[in-house]
């Protein structure tokens, strides 16, 4: 039996970041909101203190923080014509649960994408003419500008509190920074964290080869900073634990931290946790969602949910598995290249390289990732892709802090993996490691894309949804041209022993990569080519709206964060300005 | 040796100037680092630090302290707040403050000075 609920003006199904941040402007503009959250609530002070936040077992090895795998977990397989297996324990991305999401664990990697990138077919086009892009590349430009954007960001920025050093101010270049970014109106809310010893030695390197270092963008501040809601938030202490787990001194941007300490006292909201949202009520004829299904997991109970606005804020798979378990839009079919519902997955190309210097002590055991350099001289259109066979870049990222106790022991290639001379090695090196990570674009191939999976159902019966991916020819030849560049910048800075390590050919759900998933409910220009229009709101839905990365053409070769909350901001703004008096379409078919 | 001897002098002589001379408003400005987690909300990740001078350590109904300040047996004199704060691991050693405390004696001194103040 299903047990029918009051009408509230808003369901938001997920309470991330995102899901906070949109319940928050949605009680601002004096509407009822529900936040329907999967997984449990967390609260900072009483799960994220010391000392059991340091607890690297619990969290980065054991992955308190992620989603559970035996309640709903996604299918795998690298081409159509393999079956998929189900992925049981998380491996190469990583997605949360509970009230705060994935925000709880990332790792802070906070950036823009730049103006190119935003109109990427056809800056291409132009430049390197019509039938430059390959036939199977699917990609296509975003239907928002970087400059429609840039106040979305500015004000995500502050948010989150983050730090960083800006590289171009309303069009003004600045030494120290990224020149290569698009013009900010306002400089980043905090300064740059310290470098790390490591990342002091790659950027003098990176200066000697001639590119353009400067401090990585991180969400957390540098000093107590208090956020556009009123929220103080801590410095960063350099602990070392920010990946996989929150934040002890209230510093790193998430959900919980940055939002809920004022969302829960906002009498308009309400927040349902153990609420594991299954279908979306579909009305086809009025083009509108009228009511969320979902059961309370704690006791099987099912309720239904009605609501004049629906917004997903899930994950990239939970969107895209939620329109497809309601049957909204057209699922994508690679064979014909019709349907858009799952089309244009994309999954980050990210590459790594260790140095290793003997004697040198730099001090791993603590830091953050803010504490690490970044050139960003090779990506997206930044530089000329004549002659290099493929499109797209990607930054490259170096530090030498916050190497945990148990995950922290890089060793140089041919060591075994266990037994006294592997202890031998990790003692011998653990001091004197610089880490690079490339971090690179992925432009959509029409071979990759998530459905529905013929056999594998989740906890409460209804088919996982199925990845089918494989990193493509224009993607390893990306990656392999930035390490060239990570190589050189290795071999400037004279270590003892160095390994650069490609991708794999065939990609595979082990080890860990980065938890960057975009597309299957791609935003466009017309319902011919997007699961949802330029403020995200569903075109086959006009009270649907999809926010997060699932909404993304495909992926630049920058984390996807900062874009999301941009978009949602820019998104929940036109909702609040427009659609509210006058509820439709916001952009006509 | 004598230089060294004239230099500990010179020291002793600034940091009780300096004591004397502490800054409340200074204090307050350095207080912003404490208030991210010490604010007086129930959720609050510190306890309040209203009347923290005087007060014995881990007597707040509302606040779970760490095992180790619960043993600590130390009142918040300025003396003890004034060691607490340059290193808290060393004074209350396992206490759960996520800060590796404040390297500059004036600061300290500064915002035991604005402490004080809060009631």
Same mark, same amino acid.
């Given at each position: 039996?299903?047990?029918?609920?009051?009408?509230?003006?808003?369901?938001?199904?997920?309470?991330? !970041?995102?899901?906070?941040?949109?319940?928050?402007?949605?009680?601002?503009?004096?509407?009822?909101?529900?936040?329907?959250?999967?997984?449990?609530?967390?609260?900072?002070?009483?799960?994220?203190?010391?000392?059991?936040?340091?607890?690297?077992?619990?969290?980065?090895?054991?992955?308190?923080?992620?989603?559970?795998?035996?309640?709903?977990?996604?299918?795998?397989?690298?081409?159509?014509?393999?079956?998929?297996?189900?992925?049981?324990?998380?491996?190469?991305?990583?997605?949360?649960?509970?009230?705060?999401?994935?925000?709880?664990?990332?790792?802070?990697?906070?950036?823009?994408?730049?103006?190119?990138?935003?109109?990427?077919?056809?800056?291409?086009?132009?430049?390197?003419?019509?039938?430059?892009?390959?036939?199977?590349?699917?990609?296509?430009?975003?239907?928002?500008?970087?400059?429609?954007?840039?106040?979305?960001?500015?004000?995500?920025?502050?948010?989150?509190?983050?730090?960083?050093?800006?590289?171009?101010?309303?069009?003004?270049?600045?030494?120290?920074?990224?020149?290569?970014?698009?013009?900010?109106?306002?400089?980043?809310?905090?300064?740059? %964290?310290?470098?790390?010893?490591?990342?002091?030695?790659?950027?003098?390197?990176?200066?000697?080869?001639?590119?353009?270092?400067?401090?990585?963008?991180?969400?957390?501040?540098?000093?107590?900073?208090?956020?556009?809601?009123?929220?103080?938030?801590?410095?960063?202490?350099?602990?070392?634990?920010?990946?996989?787990?929150?934040?002890?001194?209230?510093?790193?941007?998430?959900?919980?931290?940055?939002?809920?300490?004022?969302?829960?006292?906002?009498?308009?909201?309400?927040?349902?946790?153990?609420?594991?949202?299954?279908?979306?009520?579909?009305?086809?004829?009025?083009?509108?969602?009228?009511?969320?299904?979902?059961?309370?997991?704690?006791?099987?109970?099912?309720?239904?949910?009605?609501?004049?606005?629906?917004?997903?804020?899930?994950?990239?798979?939970?969107?895209?598995?939620?329109?497809?378990?309601?049957?909204?839009?057209?699922?994508?079919?690679?064979?014909?290249?019709?349907?858009?519902?799952?089309?244009?997955?994309?999954?980050?190309?990210?590459?790594?390289?260790?140095?290793?210097?003997?004697?040198?002590?730099?001090?791993?055991?603590?830091?953050?990732?803010?504490?690490?350099?970044?050139?960003?001289?090779?990506?997206?259109?930044?530089?000329?892709?004549?002659?290099?066979?493929?499109?797209?870049?990607?930054?490259?990222?170096?530090?030498?802090?916050?190497?945990?106790?148990?995950?922290?022991?890089?060793?140089?290639?041919?060591?075994?993996?266990?037994?006294?001379?592997?202890?031998?090695?990790?003692?011998?090196?653990?001091?004197?490691?610089?880490?690079?990570?490339?971090?690179?674009?992925?432009?959509?191939?029409?071979?990759?894309?998530?459905?529905?999976?013929?056999?594998?159902?989740?906890?409460?019966?209804?088919?996982?949804?199925?990845?089918?991916?494989?990193?493509?020819?224009?993607?390893?030849?990306?990656?392999?041209?930035?390490?060239?560049?990570?190589?050189?910048?290795?071999?400037?800075?004279?270590?003892?022993?160095?390994?650069?390590?490609?991708?794999?050919?065939?990609?595979?759900?082990?080890?860990?990569?980065?938890?960057?998933?975009?597309?299957?409910?791609?935003?466009?220009?017309?319902?011919?080519?997007?699961?949802?229009?330029?403020?995200?709101?569903?075109?086959?839905?006009?009270?649907?709206?999809?926010?997060?990365?699932?909404?993304?053409?495909?992926?630049?070769?920058?984390?996807?964060?900062?874009?999301?909350?941009?978009?949602?901001?820019?998104?929940?703004?036109?909702?609040?300005?427009?659609?509210?008096?006058?509820?439709?379409? !916001?952009?006509?078919? | 040796?004598? !230089?060294?001897?004239?230099?500990?002098?010179?020291?002793?002589?600034?940091?009780?100037?300096?004591?004397?001379?502490?800054?409340?408003?200074?204090?307050?400005?350095?207080? !912003?680092?404490?208030?991210?987690?010490?604010?007086?909300?129930?959720?609050?990740?510190?306890?309040? %630090?209203?009347?923290? /001078?005087?007060?014995?350590?881990?007597?707040?109904?509302?606040?779970?302290?760490?095992?180790?300040?619960?043993?600590?047996?130390?009142?918040?004199?300025?003396?003890?707040?004034?060691?607490?704060?340059?290193?808290?691991?060393?004074?209350?050693?396992?206490?759960?403050?996520?800060?590796?405390?404040?390297?500059?004696?004036?600061?300290?001194?500064?915002?035991?000075?604005?402490? /004080?103040?809060?009631?």
């Amino acid at each position: 039996m299903v047990t029918k609920l009051n009408e509230v003006d808003c369901v938001i199904i997920g309470v991330g !970041l995102t899901g906070a941040m949109l319940a928050k402007e949605m009680t601002m503009a004096g509407l009822t909101v529900v936040g329907l959250e999967r997984g449990p609530d967390r609260r900072p002070n009483e799960e994220f203190v010391l000392p059991r936040i340091r607890d690297e077992l619990r969290y980065q090895t054991r992955m308190e923080l992620m989603a559970d795998n035996s309640v709903d977990t996604v299918t795998f397989r690298n081409t159509s014509d393999m079956t998929a297996l189900p992925i049981r324990r998380w491996g190469a991305f990583l997605p949360g649960e509970g009230v705060g999401g994935t925000s709880n664990h990332w790792g802070g990697s906070h950036w823009r994408y730049l103006p190119t990138d935003f109109k990427i077919r056809s800056v291409i086009t132009e430049k390197y003419g019509a039938r430059a892009i390959p036939e199977d590349m699917t990609i296509q430009d975003w239907p928002v500008t970087y400059d429609e954007l840039e106040p979305y960001y500015d004000k995500f920025d502050k948010l989150c509190g983050v730090s960083g050093k800006a590289g171009n101010l309303k069009g003004q270049k600045i030494e120290g920074g990224n020149i290569f970014e698009g013009p900010r109106s306002d400089e980043y809310p905090s300064k740059p %964290l310290k470098s790390s010893a490591g990342a002091l030695m790659v950027a003098e390197a990176a200066k000697s080869l001639g590119y353009h270092p400067f401090p990585a963008p991180f969400a957390a501040p540098s000093a107590p900073y208090t956020n556009i809601y009123g929220v103080t938030l801590g410095a960063c202490e350099y602990c070392g634990f920010c990946g996989r787990n929150s934040c002890e001194a209230n510093a790193k941007a998430s959900g919980t931290i940055n939002v809920m300490p004022v969302l829960r006292n906002e009498p308009k909201f309400q927040l349902r946790t153990h609420a594991f949202a299954s279908k979306l009520n579909y009305d086809r004829q009025a083009k509108r969602v009228t009511s969320v299904f979902y059961t309370d997991m704690n006791t099987g109970e099912e309720y239904e949910q009605p609501a004049n606005i629906v917004i997903l804020a899930g994950f990239v798979f939970t969107n895209t598995q939620m329109l497809l378990h309601s049957g909204i839009g057209q699922p994508y079919d690679p064979r014909t290249g019709r349907g858009l519902v799952g089309k244009n997955y994309c999954y980050q190309f990210e590459a790594p390289a260790t140095a290793f210097f003997e004697n040198k002590n730099l001090s791993p055991f603590m830091g953050a990732p803010g504490d690490a350099v970044v050139f960003d001289d090779f990506n997206g259109e930044s530089f000329d892709h004549t002659g290099l066979g493929f499109f797209g870049g990607g930054y490259v990222r170096a530090g030498s802090g916050a190497s945990p106790p148990i995950g922290g022991r890089d060793v140089p290639p041919e060591t075994p993996s266990w037994g006294s001379k592997w202890k031998a090695e990790t003692v011998k090196w653990y001091y004197g490691v610089v880490d690079f990570n490339t971090q690179g674009s992925v432009y959509a191939n029409r071979a990759n894309y998530m459905d529905l999976d013929p056999t594998y159902k989740d906890s409460l019966g209804r088919p996982l949804i199925r990845m089918t991916y494989n990193g493509t020819e224009n993607d390893h030849k990306m990656s392999a041209y930035l390490l060239t560049k990570v190589e050189a910048c290795i071999k400037a800075m004279n270590p003892s022993v160095y390994e650069v390590r490609p991708r794999p050919k065939m990609f595979t759900v082990v080890p860990y990569q980065s938890t960057h998933n975009t597309g299957g409910t791609m935003m466009g220009s017309t319902p011919g080519n997007s699961v949802v229009n330029r403020y995200q709101q569903a075109w086959d839905a006009h009270n649907l709206f999809i926010m997060g990365a699932s909404t993304f053409p495909q992926q630049p070769g920058y984390n996807p964060t900062g874009t999301l909350g941009a978009l949602a901001y820019w998104s929940v703004d036109k909702i609040k300005s427009s659609y509210l008096n006058n509820p439709g379409p !916001l952009v006509q078919a | 040796m004598r !230089l060294g001897f004239i230099g500990f002098i010179v020291l002793a002589a600034v940091s009780s100037a300096s004591a004397l001379a502490a800054d409340a408003n200074h204090g307050k400005e350095l207080f !912003l680092a404490c208030a991210a987690c010490h604010t007086e909300k129930a959720d609050a990740l510190g306890p309040s %630090l209203k009347g923290i /001078v005087g007060r014995k350590a881990a007597s707040l109904d509302t606040f779970r302290y760490s095992p180790a300040m619960q043993r600590s047996n130390i009142t918040w004199t300025e003396a003890n707040l004034r060691e607490y704060l340059m290193d808290p691991q060393t004074k209350v050693k396992g206490n759960r403050m996520p800060f590796s405390g404040m390297p500059n004696r004036a600061d300290v001194d500064d915002l035991i000075a604005h402490l /004080v103040t809060l009631k």
